[in-house]
């Protein structure tokens, strides 16, 4: 849990091979299997596997801790089910039924507190979430984690200032939190502030070693400060990648939408939309402001379900 934490391709890697030892010392453990599900949907998220790679073993593992836990002791279990009905199923109903089942058994999880608040963040109700991710810093204070998952709940809701705060906060915690970092990015490019959004993007891509969300979030920070050249040679790189590795068509989709390209924006996220990647789910996030903007982008997100 530790690993997945910090959001790295080489400690995502980590924590896999840890869940699957766990496994291999007891298949029948629950939590491992929870585990194992939380890791792929992780991976997919962040574009480290495809996203149907990440929703296939997702499922598959969720669905088998949710088998061996029945008399529902852990909410860790009950997190498998809302991760599949966030992040691949786009069911927030189902989601939300989920991690309130898991708030019930263990009412003092930290990670069903945080991860209800991101559900309501990524909907909209950034003061409800605001209430889960206090009770998560009371139970757990310390954890940069927590603070900027709350901090990108406040972002989604358009709170930018306070959001900034948050991030500045978790980095007090964690100097390399990718989340705190990238999310800074996208907050100072919210308030225009561009010449900070690509310093924070820089220092994101090189914390986590150039993943491809992150040049990604680097080529729409230049593009939208004006510095199309660079952009480009983003861009350029992002499609060279993508002959050898998987590199999601959501981040082609984000440079061309800084460079003001909306019908190839538009051709790519639609190709996003078509894979479903799970990072959908955070629609509100600046990187997709200039998609907003259009109201075919309102259209795909009621055809998808994600509005």
Same mark, same amino acid.
């Given at each position: ?46 574009? *480290? @596997? ?6 296939? /073993?997702?499922?598959?593992?969720? !669905?088998? $801790? %949710? &088998? ?33 089942r898991a708030i019930e058994i263990e009412p003092d999880h930290v990670l069903a507190r945080v991860f209800k608040g991101v559900l309501l963040g990524s909907s909209g109700s950034s003061d409800v979430a605001a209430a889960e991710f206090a009770k998560a810093r009371e139970l757990d204070p310390l954890s940069a984690y927590v603070v900027s ?13 306070? *959001? @900034? ?6 980095? /007090?915690?964690?100097?390399?939190? !990718?989340? $705190? %970092? &990238? ?125």
């Open positions: 849990r530790y690993l997945w934490v910090h959001r790295r391709k080489d400690t995502m890697k980590l924590a896999l091979e840890s869940y699957r030892l766990a496994i291999e010392k007891d298949p029948s453990y629950a939590l491992a299997h929870a585990g194992l599900c939380w890791i792929y949907t992780i991976m997919g998220l962040y574009g *480290a @596997i495809p996203p149907s790679t990440a929703r296939a /073993e997702a499922e598959a593992a969720g !669905v088998r $801790a %949710l &088998s061996l836990e029945t008399d529902h002791r852990f909410a860790d279990v009950q997190i498998s089910a809302w991760a599949l009905g966030f992040f691949f199923e786009w069911d927030w109903r189902a989601a939300l039924q989920a991690i309130s998952c709350a901090g990108m709940a406040s972002l989604m809701g358009g709170q930018a200032n306070r *959001a @900034i705060a948050e991030f500045h906060e978790a980095l /007090e915690l964690d100097r390399e939190n !990718v989340q $705190a %970092l &990238s999310s800074l990015g996208m907050a100072h490019a919210r308030e225009r502030d561009f010449g900070e959004a690509v310093s924070w993007f820089e220092r994101t891509v090189d914390v986590t070693a150039n993943m491809p969300i992150w040049q990604a979030g680097l080529g729409w920070a230049l593009a939208e400060m004006g510095r199309a050249e660079e952009a480009r040679a983003v861009l350029a790189g992002l499609l060279e990648r993508a002959e050898s590795e998987y590199v999601s068509p959501l981040y082609i989709s984000w440079v061309h939408s800084g460079l003001g390209e909306t019908e190839n924006a538009f051709e790519w996220v639609t190709k996003a939309l078509e894979e479903k990647n799970p990072y959908l789910t955070f629609w509100r996030m600046p990187v997709f402001d200039g998609l907003r903007a259009d109201p075919r982008f309102d259209d795909l997100l009621r055809q998808a379900g994600l509005r």
